[in-house]
């Protein structure tokens, strides 16, 4: 019997147009590696939309709140629908930076200095040396992250702003310089590393991440073999740490740079990375040798629940 397969995309977080585009792709491969798809924009009334569909399997492409941080895990495991990526408490605990930090020192990681602050009090002071870098605990794709440089007198006044959604508690970690690296763990497997690059030559920012040529991607990541396997030992013992399960990316800042620290740290682990065929997780599949349709088949064969 053809399984059926609900791929979940759109929802209501800021990422609802990179989610739209996941979903999008992933049902067309699914579709033509021969399963049944229903595509379901999340809104709040999906618990009784998928209680009356009743699906064989969740395909879960949402990106951001109520998709990556454990609420729609809950929902599914309610319903007893199996569903693809890392179940309630390890999407709660790496969507929330300051926590997936405290977990991921505890088991040896390297993370960035930094500490959890209120908005206006990181409007009024630098609560670090410049620089640093200010993010919002629980949004992705950069929404609400602000680089303040070296020679910054004075703390982000964007702050303040009366349209601040991006929370009232922040994270402030101090700014490793270096390149962008990427680690995909698929299984129990670290894969490939892709060291990134903004095509302008800034920072890899949303433009950077999904405007057409925003970004260069450099696979294999031209490193030092112990730094490469470094990158992928240290992506898997995050990915066990936080109880990652299915596909995660783990993005990490390497400071090789002439005079630099030669510091490696983790920035954060993706439990829900990008799944267009050009993102980064499928990229790194594919140069193992795995077709993106192989990819979004072996996540639906590996769907369950209580993950």
Known sequence: MTKHVAVLMGGLSAEREVSLRSGEACAKALEAEGFK???LDVDRQIGERLAALRPDVAFNALHGRYGEDGVIQGILEMLAIPYTHSGVLASALAMRKDRARDVLRAAGVPVAKGLTVDRLEAAKRHVLPPPYVVKPLSEGSSFGVIIVRADQAHPPQELTRA??????????ESFVAGRELTCAVIGDKAYDVIEIRAADGGWYDYDAKYAPGGSIHILPANLKEFV??????LALVAHRALGCRGVSRTDFRYDDSPGGTGELVVLEVNSQPGMTETSLVPEIAAFAGMSFGELVRWMVEDASCDR
């Open 37 to 39: 798809v229903t595509r």
């Open 163 to 172: 349209d601040w959604s991006y929370g009232e508690k922040l994270l402030i």
């Open 228 to 233: 490469y396997q470094n990158v992928q030992e």
